[in-house]
């Protein structure tokens, strides 16, 4: 039970406690419960009321740790009574079980409404810590991006190169690993080099880069196709082709139930430039393949 033991809340304890027990025995084992210790109680002289040794030992309480955990434990026993024996058949039971009901009511409320203030409060600070998180993970998605789009453009500058071809290919796993697309790197099946793999929404693609100076072509196209066809019924394929493709070859890649998806470096620029996710975006192009046919939807058709 988290609680504020403010003045008010202590002063509130002190009076259903008062109110809640008539007979010293009574007090007694009740303080015994909370915690208080046997020398303390012990030191309850015969002519001391109870209000006397509830102000002395609630200023002893005060002044300690394990008081204060004292006063909790009280607080908490005092709003779980439902009824007082202790203030029954007395000539004033009425007004002493009243008495008793009144405090340990108003101590209820007012703990009541400290819990929702508790509540409050910690409910905003761990808004104010996930919103601080989601910032420093933008901050650092940004930071990645940035870092991404910088390598793919300085890797531009030698297009066509061989080194640059696997420089790319690397590049392009690790666009996949900040996207937290499961893949395979690139691996050989029974003497086919595979470009490697992905999987989005359930279905795996093999993967296909294209790091030339030149468009895809037919032949390209066609090589890809035979890959795809040879797996498992359900794999389709992403060519990724940073210089695009011919005329020819994206009509090469379309038609009813293509398994293929054809994108270039204007697609990779919506991810690096934070428009839409890896996967949003095979989603994207898959979706209108289904509904079309054609492999590849142009990134600025988008919207369409």
Known sequence: MKTRLTPHYISLVYEACLKSFWRRKALANFLRQCGVSERFLQSWAPDESKRDVLDRLFLKLRESDRGRSALVRM????????SFPDLKNWEDSAAKLKGAHDAV??????????QEEIQSEEDKVKTQKRFAERQRQATQSQQTLRGLNDRLNALAQSLGEQK???DFQEWFYQLLDFSEIS???????????IDGSLTVSGTTYLVELKFTAVQAGATDIDSFYKKITTKADNTMGVMISISGYSSVAKQEASGERTPMLLLDHSHLYMVLGGIMGFGDLVDRV?????????????????GG
Not at 105 to 114: A, E, G, T
Not at 183 to 193: I, L
Not at 286 to 302: I, K, M, N, P, W
């Open 75 to 82: 607080a908490g026993f005092l709003m779980e009574q439902e």
């Open 105 to 114: 009511s108003q101590l209820r409320r007012y703990h009541s409404k400290q």
């Open 164 to 166: 640059s071809g696997y």
């Open 183 to 193: 893949n395979r790197k690139p691996y050989v099946h029974k003497g086919r080099q």
């Open 286 to 302: 898959r979706r209108h393949a289904s509904q079309t046919g054609e492999a590849y939807l142009a990134a600025d058709d988008f």
